[in-house]
Every structure is written in C-alpha cells, then in structure tokens.
C-alpha cells in the first residue's frame, strides 16, 4: 500500500524553498555538470596483513589498507585506512562480505562494525564476514582537525538558545574562520576527503579482500557513501540497502534546498514530541500542558542562567537544542526521558540533555564539516547566505535559530563555512546518481524521520534505476532494528536478494517506552553510531 496525507503547510513551505533555491542555485551556475572521464593507471591493490586488533577480544581482526590520497595520481602519495573484519561463523556457507558503513559523516566505521555485530541475525553473522572500516580523515584513518578542542568549547559555550542581534554575522565569520583553520591545519588531506574517492577506497578494498560483488549496508551518511558507490561501480554492487537515506542531487548540488527540509523535518519531530506532552502532560511531565512555551521560555532561561556541569563547562539554551538535535532520531520510545530530562532543566538540576559536547564531539564534528564542505557546492554570494539561512532558521522556530545561527557544527549549520569553503574539492562525485546496471538497491525512509526527510527516500529510489523503496511510519531516524517488519525486509534482502513488494509500509512504531524501563539509548552521543539490537 501507499501512504497518502493531505498536504501538509510544512511541506509547502519546504517544497517553496525548494523550487526558489534550485532556481537561483541554476542561475548563479554553480551546479557543475558531469565530470569528463579521463583514463587514468589503476592504483595498486592493498595488502591486507590480518591480525589482532589493538583492543582484542570480540573475534574482530584488523588490518591497514594504504590507499591512493589524490585519485587523479593513483599511484602517488598514499594513505592508510584502518579495517576491522570478522570472519563468516559458517564458512561451508560463507556468501561474501557485509560492509556496514556508518552515518556521520565523522563516525567510526570499524567501532560501527565491532559494535553492531551482535545485532545482526545469525544469517547474516554465519554468511558473511562482516567488514568495517574508518573513512579516510576519520580517527585511525587521519583524523581531520579544523577547530581545536579549545576553540570548540568556547564557541559552543557562548552559545545560545535564542541567539540575539548579530547572531548571522557571528555564524558568516565562525564559517571563515573554521574554514581557514582546515585548510591551515589539514590543508593537505581536506580536499580529498570527499566521497567519490571515499567510494573509490571501497572498492580497493573490495578488491583487496577478493571479492567480485559486495553487500553493503549504509545508513544516514552512509546511504549517500553507498549511493555514490553504485553509481561507479554497479556491477560490483550484489545487494545494497540505504537507510535514513539522502536525496543526492539536492544534497551535493542544491544544498540550500537540501537544508531547507533538514530544518523543516527537525522542527517538526521536536514539535510532535511537544504536542505529546501536551496531550499526556503526566507521563511527559514538561510543560504543565503548555510545553511549547515552556520549551520556549527554557532555552531562554538557560541562556540567561547557564546550568554548570560536572566539567564545570556551562549548559546554555544552545546545549539544550544540540542535544535535543540528536536525541530526537531515538523516536517515541524515548518521548518520556526526553520530557523528565526538560524537566529537570527546567528545574536547573544536571541531565544528559544538557551535557556539552566533548572531545570526541568535536572529532566528529570537525570531519562532519568539512566532508559536507568537500562534497556540496553553495553558491558563494554572502547575501544569498545572508538570507537563505535567516529565512531557513526563520521557518522553524523551535530549533531553527540556535541550530542555524550557532557555530559550525552539524548538517542544519554547514552552510556559513561551505558557502565561504577555501579548499579545492577534487574528490566530490559530480555525476549521475542512477546505478545503471547495479543489482536492485532496498531504499529505506522513515516518515517521521527528523535528520533525513522522508521525502528524501521516495527521491532517491525514484533516482535510482533499481531502486525499490520500504517506508517504515514511525519517528525517528533509520528503520534497522527500529522496525521488527523493515527489519525482517532488509535481513531476507541481504542474505537472498528477495525485495519486498512495491509500495510495502512497516507500521510497527514502538510506543513510548515507560520511564522504568529506561532505555539503552538514552542521551544518545553523536560519536556513537550503532545498530541497535532488535527491540
């Protein structure tokens, strides 16, 4: 079956901003065309020396993979990829390799891969060695660094909840100056951390692990990495599923578009967890009934009077609104921590909820820009970015001003330092996304997905020449394990290619989940990514 919804007056609003960016986006001519195929020599095939990880003991092994740095001179400088695999528990049975590519980007692919091992199904665990790896600019594969963690804090901690004047021309010079320090910091590695040579590393390591196809699951970030592989290499793909996927035209070449529903999806997560605690203020327990004011009054409160936290760093409105960012993706189950832990901001006591970001924080962070940056074309006129990201954070009111007015940090605010970008970008993919040829590729949305828009799933397997889409009806970001009925489509995909049938909804949402059966993944961190287990 098909959903169908009356239009919504967000979507409008979205599909406005859409058509008005990719319009002005086509007349500044910025949207580069197909990049001209030049032949060049074949890099070299890693070697891959097996052996204990640095952290043994869960039946992982590591090795390293030396990969070309600049793919325009494949047998040039190289650089080294940290791998992580665990061999299939079935070998008479074996199938192949299950890349598991995490989101981000800035997430670790090889603790991706050793942390949701244990969630896979036996099929997959006894079928398939199961491989991981850290992209390159990414923890053991070179970690980028643009901010410091110094520079980090103090633009975080001075930020707020409700920015005041002068917010816009704070966040335009933030964007210069965390763009000047890549380039002067990692200058040598940024331009080439885009994803077309992120793809090209993974099909060395294809090769390097001897197979002739890979099964691949991406999810977030990831389903973009996986996009942009079976576009270069459809007939290596033997099954691939994208969840919580990108629209990857408007991703890469209309970007301001791309982020005008970004905003919109987030604003309007946040906002149907308030109207729950609105319609159950008791097991909520934030807002007395009226939560959006009181979220609203909150951030200000914070700003005024930052609560200190054990590192004795200040939790402001912003820190709220950050956290809030990505605690949202857990979806119902986590409505009612959500609301105890506002409430206990509300009441200046310390909760996750406020916890400032670290320094693992800004690892991620510092990678999650400047992947973006690599990969996304903004136009470069200042009163376009002026305008574009007043009008963006305007039009969700609820998280929009301090996620889009902050400092540079995730997807919502790359636009102050990407429109303003100083390095080349050699290793973005500038051609076309429809896979011709690949084996049929399982995309996966969420309608209420708050970090990629549903609408964004329908685009991309509508883009796709093989793509066939599974929505799953629920909140929250990805469906994998999320979803016992999407979870059971994608594990029989994976290991006998069976789609399932066109036009398929899951609509096994979990409910709110009761505050005694708190959840695992409560307050949640971004530099964690993993799949849950199935619940």
């Known amino acids: 079956m098909q959903i169908r919804s009356a239009v919504d007056p967000r979507k409008r609003v979205v599909w406005g901003i859409t058509l008005v960016l990719t319009a002005v986006t086509a007349l500044l001519g910025v949207t580069p065309g197909a990049a001209t195929a030049t032949p060049l020599a074949a890099p070299p095939v890693p070697t891959l020396a097996w052996g204990p990880c640095a952290d043994p003991g869960d039946g992982f092994e590591c090795a390293t993979a030396q990969v070309p740095l600049d793919y325009r001179q494949p047998t040039g400088r190289t650089i080294p990829l940290a791998v992580t695999r665990h061999l299939a528990a079935d070998p008479a049975h074996r199938t192949g390799v299950l890349l598991l590519h995490p989101g981000g980007p800035g997430n670790s692919g090889v603790d991706f891969a050793r942390g949701s091992y244990d969630a896979l199904p036996a099929a997959l665990r006894d079928g398939f060695d199961v491989i991981g790896y850290d992209m390159r600019g990414v923890k053991r594969s070179g970690q980028v660094e643009c901010w410091n963690d110094q520079e980090y804090a103090a633009a975080v901690d001075a930020a707020h909840g409700v920015p005041g004047p002068g917010a816009l021309q704070l966040a335009v010079q933030q964007g210069r100056d965390f763009g000047n320090a890549c380039k002067e910091r990692s200058g040598d590695l940024v331009p080439f951390i885009g994803t077309a040579s992120n793809a090209k590393d993974i099909d060395l390591l294809r090769q390097a692990l ?86 609203e009054q909150l951030k200000k409160d914070l ?4 609560v200190i936290t054990a590192s004795g760093r200040p939790a402001t409105g912003y820190t709220l609104a950050y956290r809030l960012m990505f605690n949202i993706n857990s979806g119902k189950e986590i409505w009612p921590d959500l609301g105890q832990s506002l409430r206990a901001a509300q009441e200046h006591r310390t909760t996750w909820l406020l916890n400032p970001p670290s320094p693992a924080s800004f690892d991620f962070l510092n990678v999650n820009m400047a992947v973006e940056c690599a990969d996304r074309v903004y136009p470069t006129s200042r009163l376009l970015l002026g305008a574009v990201v007043s009008a963006e954070a305007a039009a969700a009111p609820l998280m929009g001003p301090p996620v889009g007015l902050g400092p540079p940090t995730y997807d919502h605010n790359h636009a102050p330092t990407c429109a303003q970008w100083p390095a080349e970008r050699p290793s973005r993919f500038e051609g076309s996304y429809r896979a011709a040829g690949s084996a049929p590729i399982l995309v996966i949305g969420n309608t209420g997905d708050p970090d990629t828009p549903y609408q964004d799933a329908v685009a991309l397997a509508g883009t796709l020449d093989n793509g066939r889409l599974l929505t799953f009806a629920g909140e929250g970001h990805t469906a994998y394990n999320r979803s016992a009925c999407a979870s059971a489509f994608i594990n029989t995909y994976l290991a006998t290619l069976a789609l399932p049938a066109r036009g398929t909804v899951c609509a096994d949402e979990a409910p709110p989940a009761p505050l005694a059966r708190r959840a695992a993944f409560t307050g949640v961190d971004e530099t964690r990514d993993v799949i849950p287990a199935l619940r």
């Not at 319609?279 to 004011?293: A, E, H, I, L, S």
């Not at 700003?303 to 930052?306: F, G």
Request: contains cysteine; proline residues 7%; negative net charge.
């Open 210 to 295: 001897g197979e002739e196809q890979l099964t691949f699951y991406g999810r977030s970030f990831g389903s973009y990495v996986g996009t942009v592989y079976a576009a270069q290499f459809p007939q290596r793909v033997r099954a691939m599923v994208l969840d919580g996927s990108y629209d990857p035209r408007h991703y890469a070449d209309v970007p301001y578009a791309y982020d005008a529903g970004q905003f919109l999806a987030l604003d309007a997560a946040v906002g149907r967890f308030l109207d729950w605690c609105a319609q159950t203020p008791t097991t909520c327990g934030f807002g007395d009934g009226k939560p959006r004011q009181a979220f």
């Open 303 to 306: 700003d005024a009077r930052p």
